[in-house]
């Protein structure tokens, strides 16, 4: 119980930038993600013997299923006819595709495989991309009175605020962090930095969250290269082990839970990947966390151990989550400023943190960062899931 | 969303039955297949239950985005219920100012009109709340 049968690595990493990618079709962004990372990881794409797609909805967002295939075909795999599996958990998709692919190397059934996240939102208008948005939670008993994503994380918002009086300025403080850090992001999709104000003023969307408490809507694909530890030794000169994996889950419907200020899925994912790779969140450098919506990042990182509960708006006003500060938080960005194309996040959190675990991250560099922890969310926590990387 | 599907679910959309198990005596809205206190001893113990539609706003928001069906009707309020019979529900806050608004507050569950399908489709009822 608990541990992985063999070590798995990761030997290459690949994203496009984030945003708004009219001249892109889906299948270019997936093939130019992949291709990244296949360069990065220098290895023959006949190596390949597993391809893994986390994918949240090209049904709705353009009439495709069966992705995994068309990827395949695209990349040229289709020839050596390996098997491709697309991988869906709202916007956790792409972390849990990581996870399964991580169990298909650990079992030893493959050595290399490449794992992706891929989403186009922008070819449908944004009501419409926020109401596929929708489908995330339960629609049959929530969405069709009316219920919408950040009007759910609003009301988690309110009784956060409530009870452990949390203000107004550190859910903005979660946003202008993650704007600092997006404009030291060449990928992206905004490279702008804000102000507490601009957040204050920008219009409501579900009180008390506004405009710029919410992540984008956007497109966008990143890419991993799976490889048993053993032969990614000989493969490359800075294989980052992952140390653990852990995924939770919890109701649908926000109604039905106990305690809107925490998720049950976030906490047993955590307590499962702690548990397996033997260390606890104090061992952390640096974290990627789900910010979908302001209030998300400050309950994930109490619900993650890193702060009491009710102390995580305290910890973003005091910079402990800033760049430099005890555990920085978001180092890309996030979703808020990174951009959150739905099935593709989870993986481009993995993205940023091999690059710190690399030391090369850049101007936005955490100095000595030896483990990193990404943690992705489902919805408003129906499913989550943590992933440990250390360096080796 | 189609006329099954929602047919399907009228009397707990209209009248807010859901059902208590024969076991343990816990209560659910919407009603459940098992009861998750006593798994399958539960089975073909699950007995209708309809539910007053009292109860009290633990969360609450002000929607100013809303759903296509109804984003003629921004801002409205949307409120996580505790039912005073058990369990809880979440559902809209109407004929109030979103100022009148507090978590702690008494309300219960009116007869109202959700949506329709199309412009010649049929009109969707179910419930939404009023404060007492």
């Known amino acids: 119980m608990g541990r992985l049968a063999r070590d798995v690595a990761i030997i290459g990493v690949g994203q496009t930038k984030f945003g708004e990618h009219w001249d892109l079709s889906f299948r270019e962004l997936g093939i130019q993600a992949g291709a990244n990372a296949i360069l990065d990881a220098g290895i023959d794409s006949g190596k390949i013997e597993g391809l893994y797609i986390g994918n949240m909805s090209a049904g709705l967002f353009m009439d495709q299923e069966h992705i995994a295939s068309m990827i395949a075909e695209e990349v040229g795999l289709t020839k050596t006819n390996i098997p491709a599996t697309r991988v869906e958990a709202a916007d956790a998709s792409g972390a849990l595709a990581l996870r399964q692919a991580v169990f298909d190397v650990a079992s030893g059934s493959s050595d290399i495989v490449v794992v992706g996240g891929a989403e186009k939102m922008l070819d449908v208008v944004s009501d419409v991309a926020s109401e596929y948005m929708n489908a995330t939670g339960d629609n049959t008993w929530e969405g069709l009175f009316g219920a919408t994503i950040p009007g759910l994380y609003a009301m988690m918002a309110r009784m956060h605020m409530n009870r452990f009086g949390t203000t107004r300025e550190q859910l903005a403080l979660v946003s202008v962090k993650n704007h600092k850090n997006g404009s030291m992001n060449p990928l992206a999709h905004f490279q702008n930095q804000i102000t507490v104000q601009n957040v204050l003023r920008a219009p409501p969307v579900a009180e008390p969250l506004g405009q710029l408490d919410c992540a984008p809507v956007s497109d966008g694909a990143a890419a991993l290269v799976l490889c048993d530890l053993r032969t990614a030794r000989d493969l490359c000169p800075d294989p980052i082990r992952i140390s653990g994996t852990g995924q939770g889950s919890d109701t649908l419907s926000l109604s039905n839970r106990s305690d809107l200020t925490t998720l049950g899925a976030s906490r047993q994912a955590a307590k499962a990947a702690y548990e397996m790779a033997g260390i606890g969140p104090g061992d952390i450098d640096v974290a990627e966390v789900h910010d979908s919506f302001t209030i998300g990042e400050i309950i994930a990182i109490e619900d993650l151990g890193f702060f009491p509960k009710g102390k995580g708006g305290l910890a973003v006003e005091d910079g402990s989550t800033a760049m430099g500060g005890q555990i920085p938080i978001n180092t890309s960005g996030g979703l808020k400023a990174r951009g959150h194309p739905l099935g593709a996040t989870g993986i481009a959190q993995i993205n940023e943190l091999v690059l710190q675990l690399r030391g090369k991250a850049g101007e936005r560099q955490i100095k000595g960062a030896t483990r990193g922890l990404a943690h992705s969310v489902g919805g408003t926590g129906g499913t989550a899931l943590v992933h440990i990387l250390e360096v080796v | ?132």
Request: net charge positive; with cysteine; proline share 2%.
């Open chain 2, 1 to 132: 969303m189609s006329g099954a599907r929602y047919w399907r679910h009228q009397d707990q959309r209209y009248n807010m039955a859901g059902n208590e198990c024969g076991v343990c005596g816990s209560r659910f809205f919407p009603g459940k297949t098992m009861c998750p206190n006593c798994h399958r001893r539960s089975v073909g113990k699950m007995k209708k239950f309809y539910f007053n539609g009292n109860g009290k706003i633990i969360t609450y928001t002000i929607i100013h985005e809303g759903s296509l069906q109804y984003r003629n009707q921004v801002p409205y309020l949307l409120a996580i219920i505790e039912l005073e019979e058990g369990d809880k529900v979440l559902g809209q806050i109407v004929d109030c100012e979103a100022s009148d608004l507090a978590m702690g507050k008494k309300v219960e569950m009116v007869f109202r009109k959700l949506g329709e399908q199309g412009k010649s489709g049929t009109i969707q009822y179910g419930y939404k709340f009023i404060l007492k």
